[in-house]
């Protein structure tokens, strides 16, 4: 089951519950701000998952990633291929 985007664990994170948050794939605003750019990014390029993207993994999620204070060093990269090829087994 695809949980976000750029491949974060919403089901691990601190932030659910306590905001209400449904994950990404299911809100249209995030609960901390306006907008996310990987969100906007892979929703206006109509994809579930940045792991289905021809630029996986672009700058921008590898920014996200191993960004110094909210990055979890690639995991979520990780996990969107993880995403990715879960797909493409049970299509083959």
């Known amino acids: 089951m695809i949980e976000s985007r750029c491949g974060l664990l919403c089901s691990a994170c601190n932030y659910r519950e306590p905001m209400g948050c449904k994950g990404c794939t299911a809100i249209e605003k995030p609960f901390w701000g306006d907008a996310c750019p990987v969100k ?43 995403w990715r090829d879960a797909e493409k087994e049970a299509v083959s």
């Open 40 to 82: 906007s990014c892979c929703e206006a390029k109509e994809l579930e998952h940045c792991g289905t993207c021809g630029e996986f993994p672009c700058a921008l999620l590898t920014g996200f990633a191993y960004d110094p204070d909210q990055g979890d060093d690639g995991k979520r990269i990780e996990q969107c291929r993880c």
